[in-house]
């Protein structure tokens, strides 16, 4: 039967279907255009890297988030002819789970298939996703499915998950359908622009010039609230379409991978990044692609084009570790104790992180790509300025060789500016001369049934990098939980010295539950 190896004994699904939902195609042109992609735009690759001196581009072949799955998880594109006809003449339970789908909702509105096209709507899209999700739960027997989303296509899963499912099965959780979220440069808070002074919006909303009003507060309040909830005068004050409430789908199931670089999007001189302004990624400002508690990684990409975040392996490498990764590590700053005698000082910090074995920087948050991280209490917690934990990845200890630990290097950075009415002023200031900077190098080991880790600061190491093996005692565990690992590892003592005694990075490691486990689909 096929599939049966995709299947575990006693029946239960090894692996889930991945189902791709892309974004915004703009006008009959493009929608056209798009509908002409067997795989709607996720099986290209790109060539460009900006990773040489000044910037300039290298070559670099990343072959694109499909075929990349295929080879590195054994996933399975199963089209012939068409992927619909295919599962409608399947057998319920014979169609492997480890397979990859493309939700093609913007078909019905092409003008290249001889019939007259619908005009696209968003919670139709929402509702023919559910379809689909339905039809491969029961051709594939797996309990759910994950999505990968990019742009608007993360706005679609959103309502499906907000508002269609709960309005469909008033009595059911979208965890019975979707396991994890995963979203590329998704304005989850809308896209708004740094001129016009909120013209461009309020033209964008009321006259909803190609569909572009679905990025605006009065729509996505439409289609991302369920209907018993829905006040028909529309959003009330206050209203925040970012937020995602647990008891409908658990944040801790979403990854926003968010976007710093505007200069890359778009061939009209730059209009988008001018226009969206220099804090985002051409098109969706930093702060509205992220779901607030929800996991993230910034990469500095751009929304789309040769180096767009899609066809780009810090995307990818984000994606298939939060989908297939067994261990869950984040870090925090805790015990900052910062000087408060001096109220024109701002602190900020910087982040970088890397995985043994990938040729590229998973994570990074830095002042140079506008995404600072707000230490000194000036912004909300769990915003895309002060994200909680500051950073969380994933590993996979089936991976790494059985001698070897699984490492993880962060860079932490800690800078103190002086401001005065609003303005900076640089008269005492010295260009990346940070107040706190080292490198923190983790190495996590997963033996029988506990964790095992040790940290050290880069600056200690009196040995290359490349050298160093742990050798002394692992950190203690101070969280007595099973399955949960937690230690703090202090900032040097002079650091400590300023940034307060308790000055430490917070390390959590975690199993994460296997979602096609029997107790339930649970993406921690």
């Excluded at 039809?135 to 499915?145: D, E, H, I, M």
């Excluded at 937020?243 to 968010?258: E, G």
């Excluded at 001096?342 to 948050?365: C, K, N, Y």
Aim: net charge negative; aromatic share 10%.
């Amino acid at each position: 039967m096929a599939g049966e190896g995709d299947r575990e004994e006693g029946g239960m699904v090894d692996r889930l279907p991945v189902v791709y939902v892309r974004g915004y195609a703009g006008t009959t042109s493009g929608i056209d255009a798009q509908v002409d992609d067997p795989f709607y735009g996720f099986n290209l690759g790109s060539t460009h890297v900006r990773v040489g001196s000044g910037g300039d581009p290298r070559f670099y072949q990343f072959e694109s988030p499909l075929l990349r799955l295929i080879l590195d998880e054994e996933y399975q594109l199963l089209v012939e002819g068409s992927q619909a006809e295919y599962l409608e003449r399947q057998e319920d339970g014979t169609v492997p789970p480890a397979s990859i789908w493309i939700h093609r909702y913007y078909d019905i509105s092409a003008t290249t298939w001889g019939e007259r096209p619908q005009d696209f709507h968003l919670e139709r899209a929402a509702e023919d996703l559910l379809e689909l999700i339905e039809l491969l739960k029961r051709r594939t027997g797996a309990p759910a499915v994950h999505l990968v989303a990019h742009s608007m296509g993360g706005l679609i899963c959103r309502s499906l998950v907000q508002k269609i499912i709960p309005d469909r099965y008033p009595d059911r959780a979208a965890t019975d359908f979707v396991a994890r979220l995963f979203t590329y440069g998704t304005p989850h808070g809308g896209i708004e622009f740094d001129v016009g002074f909120g013209l461009f919006e309020r033209i964008r909303d009321t006259f909803g010039i190609a569909g572009a009003d679905v990025f605006g507060p009065r729509r996505m309040y439409e289609y991302l609230t369920p209907e018993r909830d829905r006040d028909p005068g529309g959003p009330p004050a206050g209203w925040d379409p970012r937020v995602v409430d647990d008891a409908v789908f658990p944040r801790h199931r979403i990854f926003c991978l968010v976007g710093t670089n505007p200069n890359d999007y778009g061939a009209a001189f730059g209009l988008s990044a001018k226009t969206v302004g220099a804090k985002s990624d051409g098109l969706v400002q930093i702060d509205n692609a992220h779901v607030p508690g929800s996991r993230h990684a910034f990469v500095h990409r751009s929304h789309s084009g040769r180096y767009g975040m899609v066809n780009s392996e810090e995307g990818y490498q984000n994606l298939r570790r939060f989908l297939f990764g067994d261990l869950a590590v984040q870090a925090d700053l805790v015990g900052l104790r910062l000087p408060d005698d001096d109220t024109d000082v701002v602190w900020q910090g910087e982040t970088r992180l890397s995985i043994r074995g990938l040729p590229i920087v998973l994570h990074e948050q830095l002042a140079a790509h506008h995404c600072p991280i707000q230490l000194d209490g000036t912004v909300t917690d769990g915003t895309a300025d002060r994200p909680v934990p500051l950073v969380t990845t994933y590993l996979s200890s089936s991976a790494s060789r059985p001698t070897d630990t699984m490492r993880y290097m962060l860079q932490v950075r800690v800078l103190s500016l002086r401001q005065h009415g609003g303005v900076f002023r640089f008269f005492d200031h010295l260009e990346q001369g940070a107040d706190f900077d080292d490198v923190l190098v983790v190495d996590v080991a997963h033996r029988g049934d506990a964790f095992t880790a040790w940290a050290v600061w880069k600056s200690q190491l009196d040995t290359p990098l490349r050298d160093y093996r742990p050798n002394g005692p692992p950190l203690t565990d101070v969280d007595p939980a099973a399955g949960s690992w937690v230690a703090n590892i202090p900032l040097a003592a002079a650091a400590r010295r300023f940034l307060g005694a308790d000055a430490a990075v917070r390390l959590t490691v975690s199993e994460r539950s296997r979602p096609w486990a029997s107790t339930g689909v649970d993406g921690g």
